[in-house]
């Protein structure tokens, strides 16, 4: 059966395209709705999938994906927080994922006030380069995607904060749950250790993608919308191209399949 | 808020000049003299709504006088030197592939079945130089107007932007002008930001430094786009209603014509301060999509873009362009603030606003579209049959205008132009160490490495970048991007730039040749066929005899070449007023071209793929390094500047065109700054793999190893092909009539060159990429 | 009334654009500079109470993990 | 020595941050918002003259076309 897949958009994300075009690539039945629309109808629960796609939403002003998140705790609250205690998976791509943790869904599915920060790169730019990434969890979401994969990052503010001072708490936290997706790695799969490219924003432990305890909520910088053919991989011209991000998707059309 | 009455009828040349200045109507004395004849005839007085009306209509950067008007050259009296040279190239060509050239905000050209491609570059240099950020953002949201403004969904941005030296002392800064540092970061950080914001990826440009650009940055914006041929709605009658949409009209960006069309002086961040605008990419990007959806539902009867003139300029051009008139109401159009007195809000330039012309009957659901994205839309006006553009501020009548006289009233512009060779030699030197010259060369601004450039702007939102400015597995520069923007086709677009000032110090003709022919290999470099060109040219002043000979030089090489090559122009655009307290800007073209991949899973990159493959050079190698960066490194310019022999060139060209399509050709990458020797270099780090190669058996008039090494002889081509094919390769290339040569092979961890046996260079890859990239830091 | 709302980064909380900005401050030679914060500044005109400012602050223009914020009425 | 640069652009320049918080604050419900403007600090520390502060903010922390800055030694 071909899930019904929500995929959300306000002012300034642009990601839509390619990413209802990779869903439906994937079997899945797509619908771009945009944001006012959904405060309007309230048929979230209409869905079995949720994903929040990648772009400026409401030009990043503010703080990236502040506004956005505001707008659906404060509007959609309720149905949000429904919809993630079904267990009905959600995912977030790059401003996506700055939108739920500002909504305060990840990482620990509560709508309410963000427990984490994804603040401006480490660089303080904006920066668009392939990144590679390390598996760390066994979330559905993922698909059969495999120990280290590749996809592309494009973002300003992709750096994950943790509370400062009880920061190694939280951490410890996130690793019980096996909470941490996604790691920024070396091509040998060896954790980047903070250091830059292989972790592009000074990311906390190279954090890349989170996901909630029941890791049906997934939150990530790298676009895996981007990594779906292989000719869209910076190597291809050497045969070298990969289709991560397809293997990625394919989890979540799956995982929503059965919700 | 009422118009004012200005004054004309009796002034003296004196006054209409002083007039001119203080209104800043950048209009001349004879097109003011024209302007009061016209309303002599009239008996009455002009209103100040009317008069900036003229301003607008008439600047050079509306109508390009110059380029339209009469020059005298060398005894020749050319006619409109776009009709004679750029124009001409298309109308001789006359391919059945262009859909629309030279009539449209941007040049259009087949793709696949109903798709066209539209293309445009624009120019914002004097807002880039007094606030190069919100200049260069602006810049970027103009050109994707353009687009929009040929009901087009702009799929890619392009940029080639030259600035001062980055180690400029402070000291030598003219008063009021900003550090090329400033500018530099602050440009970049403009275009990333509205391209990031827009969700538009930005896959192709280049980045130029050169003294003459320290009081006048050039800032060149281009945008590419989809467009459905059924859905291009051109036929707008009377009585249709003109729609303006976007965001709110303010003072900003008043004059900003005027502004483009007079020089930089030093007080011009005082004088046209209100020239000055941020922009905001998300309402243009909500703009966009309202846009398309109008389109798709063909609900409009035309469409334009606000930009240089406002509301003044795109509601007469369209009038005008459908042969009828216009009626205005301008207390209709919602403003930022109380207060805008009537011709102010007709020629304001805020940013994020378009002009659509609706039939009555689909104007409520048009509105519903508009409401749906948050835009809002207002109706201002109507289209009338008679030929006269009426505006109204509420009750009164603020102008009255004559359409025929607005655009055949304009006096005919009359100039001189001259040009004499340069008095240049050819230095003669000690050749220093190749090695260590090619590591420097490596080095040069132009040539290092602009990825911390690239990398702050998206170049793969859209998922359909193919071929990334960035190119193999260590990122090497590029020849041409490549996109797939068809879901359901392989086909692909290939989108390449050509340009060269340092030539142009020497003979502007052969900058233009040079250009036309970097732009036109590039896009053959990545597998690009079937190219059409767009010309931008970025001059000092025309009313400088010199500069315009230059103009006219350049653009007969346009003419020559391109028609040569077979590659019409299909848009284009001057900025001709380049000056700054510091003189005039290096007469600077870019020529930007667009080609088709049948599929684009044939693209090439530049990278070398395996080892143990044949490298080829491809094209005669000539002693002509006036303007290389070899001899710049050196510090000197020379005057042996490099040539184009078309007929020679095309042979080459077919011969990459064909040994791409059949799969011969595995990496290919043109040469063209620093020679053979970069060429060779950036495709060894790129794909992580070496080469050795004997210089001596380039095709090449005789000359030093040096020379051979760094010459920047035009149409030539470094290419690897796959190990078993190189019969069929050369078979290939002997039967195109083309010159080249097997050079050696790929391998190793180095590059190694000989000539005559003897090693010449050998460098790790790794040392030669270190200098590539140590040249341009952000 | 006007309130100026000031957002600044935690101390322990690397600030970048601080970060940059002293070093671009050196390159241009000036060797004075120890450090470089940058913050954020809202002003906020309109009849709006302290709590409410600080209502905003917490539900938006703050984010609570990284960043801190100073309320100022000025007018 | 502590410095405090505030940069913002100036009236009649558009201020988008400032747009978007001001119409984010009233979907929160805030109606009291007449107006936001947003603008930029830098909190300098050390040696540095108010000359060089003045110079620093005329060559990289503010535009003077399009901004306006106010020094304030804090410390
Ligand atoms: N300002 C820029 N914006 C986008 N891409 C750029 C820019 N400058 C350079 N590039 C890209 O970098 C690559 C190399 O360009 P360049 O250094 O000019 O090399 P070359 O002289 O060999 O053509 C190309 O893909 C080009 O499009
Ligand atoms: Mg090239």
């Known amino acids: ?259 | 808020m009422p118009a004012e009455r200005v004054p004309l009828l009796d002034a003296d040349d004196e006054a209409l000049l002083r007039l001119s200045r203080q209104r800043q109507l950048a209009l001349s004395l004879e097109e003011m003299r024209a302007i009061q004849r016209h309303y002599r005839s009239l008996g009455r007085e002009p209103t100040d709504v009317e008069l900036e009306t003229f301003a607008q209509t008439w600047s050079e950067h509306c109508v390009h006088k110059t380029f339209r008007g009469v020059i005298e050259y060398e005894g020749e009296v050319i006619r409109s030197l776009l009709r004679s040279t750029i124009a001409r190239v298309t109308e001789e060509l006359s391919p059945d592939w262009c859909f629309s050239v030279f009539e449209d905000n941007a040049g259009i050209v087949d793709f696949e079945g109903d798709y066209a491609i539209a293309f445009k570059v624009e120019t914002h240099n004097h807002p880039s130089a007094i606030e190069p950020f919100g200049g260069a953002a602006t810049g970027v949201g103009g050109v994707i107007r353009d687009i929009l403004g040929v009901w087009g969904e702009p799929i890619a941005n392009t940029d080639v932007l030259c600035f001062g030296p980055l180690d400029y002392p402070y000291e030598r800064l003219p008063q009021g002008i900003k550090h090329p540092r400033f500018i530099f970061t602050h440009v970049v950080a403009g275009i990333g930001s509205y391209g990031n914001n827009m969700g538009i990826p930005t896959v192709n440009g280049a980045v130029l430094f050169d003294e003459s650009y320290v009081g006048n940055p050039l800032v060149y914006c281009g945008t590419l786009g989809l467009v459905k041929k059924s859905c291009y709605m051109r036929s707008a009658t009377p009585g249709d209603v003109l729609l303006l949409v976007g965001g709110r009209t303010g003072r900003d960006g008043i004059h900003g014509v005027t502004f483009a069309s007079t020089e930089l002086e030093e007080d011009a961040e005082e004088a046209f301060g209100t020239a000055v605008q941020i922009g905001d990419p998300i309402e243009e990007e909500k703009i966009k999509r309202a846009i398309l959806q109008v389109r798709d539902e063909r609900l409009g009867s035309a469409i334009t873009d606000l930009g240089g003139g406002g509301l003044s300029s795109a509601v007469g051009e369209q009038a005008h362009r459908f042969g009828c008139g216009a009626r205005v109401h301008l207390e209709r159009v919602p403003l930022k603030y109380a207060g805008m007195k009537p011709w102010e809000i007709w020629v304001s330039e805020s940013q994020e606003r378009m002009l659509l012309i609706v039939p009555r009957r689909n104007l409520e659901r048009v509105l519903e579209i508009f409401r749906e994205e948050e835009v809002e839309a207002s109706e201002i006006g109507e289209l009338i049959p008679e030929r006269v553009l009426r505006v109204y501020y509420g009750s009164e009548k603020v102008a009255e205008i004559d359409m025929d006289f607005l655009f055949g009233g304009l006096p005919e512009v009359r100039r001189k132009a001259e040009w004499a060779p340069p008095p240049l030699e050819e230095p003669e030197f000690e050749p220093p160490e190749p090695g260590e010259a090619l590591l420097r060369v490596l080095s040069m601004p132009n040539v290092a490495s602009k990825e911390e450039v690239i990398r702050t702007y998206d170049h793969e939102v859209k998922a359909q970048t193919v071929l990334k400015p960035l190119q193999g597995c260590f990122s090497g520069p590029g020849d041409a991007a490549v996109l797939k923007p068809l879901r359901h086709s392989w086909r692909g677009v290939a989108v390449s730039c050509g340009i060269n000032p340092e030539y142009g110090k020497i003979d502007p003709y052969w900058m233009a040749a040079s250009a036309i022919d970097e732009a036109v290999r590039n896009n053959l470099a990545v597998g690009g066929s079937r190219i059409a060109l767009l010309d931008n040219f970025c001059w000092g002043s025309p009313e400088k005899p010199r500069n315009l000979g230059a103009l006219v030089r350049a653009a007969k090489a346009c003419y020559d070449i391109a028609r040569a090559y077979g590659t019409p122009f299909i848009s284009g655009k001057d900025s001709l007023y380049n000056e700054s307290p510091m003189g005039s800007v290096t007469p600077t073209l870019l020529i930007s071209a667009v080609g088709i991949l049948e599929d684009v899973r044939r693209a090439v990159s530049m990278d070398f793929k395996e080892r143990g493959a044949s490298v080829y050079v491809l094209g005669m190698s000539r002693r002509e390094l006036g303007g290389s960066q070899y001899y710049r490194m050196l510090g000197f310019l020379g005057r042996s500047v490099p040539r184009v022999v078309p007929q020679e060139a095309r042979r080459t060209f077919r011969g990459v065109e064909e040994g791409i399509r059949r799969g011969l050709i595995r990496a290919c990458h043109d040469v063209s700054e620093g020679g053979v020797g970069v060429a060779l270099a950036e495709m060894c780090f790129s794909g992580g793999v070496g080469a050795e190669v004997e210089l001596s058996r380039m095709p090449a008039e005789s000359m030093r190893v040096d020379e051979l090494l760094f010459s920047e002889s035009n149409s030539r081509f470094i290419v690897e092909v796959a190990r078993g094919m190189e019969e069929e390769f050369e078979e290939l290339l002997r039967g195109c009539g083309a010159v080249f040569a097997r050079l050696g092979v790929t391998g190793g961890r180095e590059l190694v060159v000989r000539y005559e046996g003897r090693e010449v260079v050998s460098l790790e890859l790794e040392r030669l990429r270190e200098s590539w990239q140590s040249g341009v830091r952000v | 009334m006007k309130w100026e709302v000031r957002v600044a980064y935690r101390r322990g909380v690397q600030d970048p654009e601080g970060e940059t900005t002293k070093s671009a401050l050196e390159m241009l030679g000036y060797g004075c500079v120890e450090e470089v914060r940058s913050a954020k500044l809202f002003i906020i005109e309109g009849e709006c109470t302290r709590e409410e400012v600080e209502q905003m602050c917490r539900r938006l223009l703050a984010n609570p993990v990284s960043q801190e914020y100073e309320i100022r009425r000025v007018e």
């Open chain 1, 1 to 259: 059966m071909s899930p019904r897949i929500l995929v959300l958009r306000g002012p300034g994300t642009n990601c839509d395209a390619e990413t209802v075009h990779a869903l439906r690539e994937l079997g899945a039945e797509p619908e771009l709705v945009h944001v006012r629309r959904l405060v309007r109808t309230r048929a979230l629960e209409a869905f079995e999938g949720l994903v929040i796609p990648g772009g400026f939403s409401y030009g990043d002003r503010i703080r990236s994906g502040a506004v956005l998140a505001r707008m659906l705790s404060h509007a959609l609250g309720r149905e949000l927080q429904r919809f993630v205690d079904e267990g009905k998976p959600v995912l977030g791509i790059c401003n996506g994922f700055q939108v739920l943790v500002e909504t305060g869904v990840l990482p620990f599915g509560q709508v309410g006030e963000p427990a984490l920060a994804l603040m401006k790169n480490a660089s303080a730019r904006f920066e668009a380069r392939w990144v590679h990434l390390l598996r760390c969890s066994d979330s559905e979401l993922l698909g059969e995607l495999p120990e280290v994969s590749e996809m592309p990052v494009a973002n300003a503010e992709g750096r994950v904060v943790l509370p400062p001072g009880r920061a190694q708490e939280v951490l410890d936290e996130l690793l019980q749950n096996s909470q941490v997706a996604l790691r920024y790695c070396t091509p040998s799969g060896e954790p980047a250790e903070g250091r830059y490219p292989a972790n592009p924003s000074g990311s906390f432990w190279d954090i890349a993608g989170l996901t909630t305890p029941n890791g049906r909520v997934l939150g990530m910088m790298p676009h895996p919308e981007r990594a779906f053919s292989a000719y869209l991989h910076p190597c291809w011209t050497s045969g070298r191209g990969t289709e991560h991000g397809r293997v990625l998707l394919q989890g979540f059309v799956r995982c929503a399949g059965r919700a």
